[in-house]
């Protein structure tokens, strides 16, 4: 099978890793005994420098992980299967973004320090009720009053 | 700005139900169990020990000080010595003993320095001299009981170069902790020679002396300071265990060490210090400081005062909110709190009178002065045989019930008991305390609790949690009250939504009861004994029945107990037209008399690139290609794909664990 080995930069994580591939080689690989299209061995006639590889005759891209180099070269790979797969109708709930976020949400992962910061503030009206007198008020039975009188 | 002294007032800190530390034998009854043997003479070591003590872990540094005082052309040097061990810590050498006029320090004085927290110099140093120099520390001459204190502390902080850390001489002063940090500590310094220091007296009016009680010749004697100087705290890394006792091992102040070569034989070793960790150590002193520790940036720190404990912990103030404080506004141009109908009207004051739910048949008399109450109870005391008989209430009041400003009341004058004196005939029912503007620190749900929480002290009420809605909202505090029982209760209210809402609500007493004896009557002086005699008796029955086992019998004897004094008591009240008053908290009318916001909140530190690599919540949905950059998606559903199950599995954990789109 024809594929084309590639240079990936990309975080293994992301979605679409066109713009991060180039192009190194193409090259003839055999499907090794009976392995698996998740996790294929191939063999190769040459070692390469590269670390991502697409199939044409499977039509996937596989992160090139591992190369065995005796008499014959073996790339052990694995499917990516992110970029392999047309994902971008595909409806989601998003959790978490890194553009789109509400942050009236409360985060448990924000890292939160240990101290606690303390902010007051004093405040009165523009001239206070209270003074550094002292007053009274005294109560008295109305009785006694209409004694007297 | 706020001073702190206002804020942390010790009935300030016990309406937070921490311990008030006011007067300093206050604080060292929080601490009695270890205190039993306090003595006058040691009661500021102890208090010293103490203060320690409650520092735990935060405390890095023993109490090994030194005072060092300076003038321009003349210095003297003062040992102050491990307030336990009694240890001196040595002296710097190269400072020349001098006094002289009006110097009453004696050359080579010893001493030792405790920090002080009262009412009066919240944060202070306070300083204890020995009488004469004793080389042992342990016996002989006593403490002077002279004290000296420091209002206000500033703070810099220096550096000495530690081949030459025993000269006072070479200091190098670095103006703010950011120069120091960045200047030293990056480039790290000789561990065992850290020396900082710490001044600020370079006025020498913010020293002041007291006199104490017992001042062990029996004469009167006057401290000062008549110098600048300054007062440094000395510590040692690795070291001050000689001098202290303690081990002192807190390496959280520090970054891991860096080998920085070899002298005589001895490995030296830097330990870059953690600049927030500076403001902790001036903190755990108790210290209101301000310093440059972000590069241009002035800022003010507080200790941190938990439980009446100084924690070691700051905050920072608020360097500037909505408004300044002066230009606060009147708070008539919103709606009135209306918890009855009484309320509704502020031009409508509240009657006071005959059966206007006041229960009794009597009138309120105002006085404004004590003088003047009484000139009336003399007048009295002619006027009816049993003046006190006819006494039913007397409250004082720490404001001004008539003034040209606040008319809490309004009265007539009338003729009563043959007397002219001035009548309660209604009250405001309201008056407003202020307003604030409350920020929205964070902007985000970090605003809310358990994040942030936001209190607010209210005068004669004491404090209150506001709920999370008022951040972004400004808030309006109204006292309303009751001159006759003398209670009131705060209101707090916000527009939250276009809505006014009441947000917090907080009972207090606007005055206080005074005592008012009862002159009158063998008969309820037999009414109170006979209720005592009841109460022995049970209290001997329940005595007897715990003794015996009796359980039910001692329960018995509480029943009759309780009813004993219960019964008599009120029927001593039926027949007396006196009440026996019994003192409130007069201590509330000496606290602040402004309205305190205190908003303590999370410090969130995320990294740059967190948005980048954790991502922020977001709870939106839709197809993958609607979003970008990091995702993390929520039980996804692969059911429209054509891959595999396998592949779809690997696909849903990928989703689940994060992705790059």
Redesign the interface.
Known sequence: MNAIIYTNT??P????KAEYLSQISETTLTLYNSTNL?NPTFKARHKTTGNYLYVDGLGYYYILNQITDSSVCYYVCE?D??H??N?????????????????????S?????Q?????????????????N?????????????TN?E | MSRISEIFTPSTIAQTGATVLNPLKTYIDVQSTVTDKLTEDNIADTVDSLFFMQCGDKTPFNTTLKINYTASTREFTEDVYDATTKMSIGRISGASGYYNNPLTWEYNAQGYMTRVHDDMNLYSLKGYKRNYPDSSMLGGYPFSNYEYRTPKISVRIYYIDPNTAQNANTLTQYTTPYDFINNKSKQGYICNSIMLYYTGFSNSSLMWSQEIKGTPDGTVKTFSIPYSNNVYFHFYQDTALQFSGLNFTNKEYFDERIHVGTNYNYNNYVYPIKPDKILNFIASFGFIFTGEFTKNTTQTFYPEVNSGIITGEYFENIADWNSDNSQWENTDDIDRPKPDKNLDDDTESMKIGYGYGLGGFCKYLYFSSSDILELFVNHLSHEISNPTSAVVSCSSYPIALKSPVNNFITTSEETVYGYNVQVVKSQLPKVSLGKISIPNLHGNFLDNSPYTTYELYIPLCGWTTLPDKVHGTTIYVYLTYDVISTSCKAIVQSVINGELVTVAEKSGKLGTSEIISATDNVAKQSAIVGALLNTTGSAIGLATSVATGNVLGGIGSGLSLGSAISQDLALSHNNYTSATGCTGDRSDFANSHECYLKIVTVNDTPPTNYNHTVGRPCNKSGSLSAFSGYTVCTNVDCSGLTCSDTEKQKIKSLLENGVYI
């Open positions: 990309a975080d994580r992301t979605v679409n998740l499917k299967v992110l392999s797969n994902l971008s109708g595909l409806p989601v709930t998003v959790a978490r973004n890194e553009f789109d976020y509400n942050m009236t949400i409360a985060d992962l924000l890292p939160l320090a101290d606690k910061i303390y902010y007051t503030r004093n405040f009165a009206p523009d001239i206070s009720v209270f003074s007198t002292t007053e009274y008020i005294l109560g008295v039975t109305i009785e006694e009053v007297n």
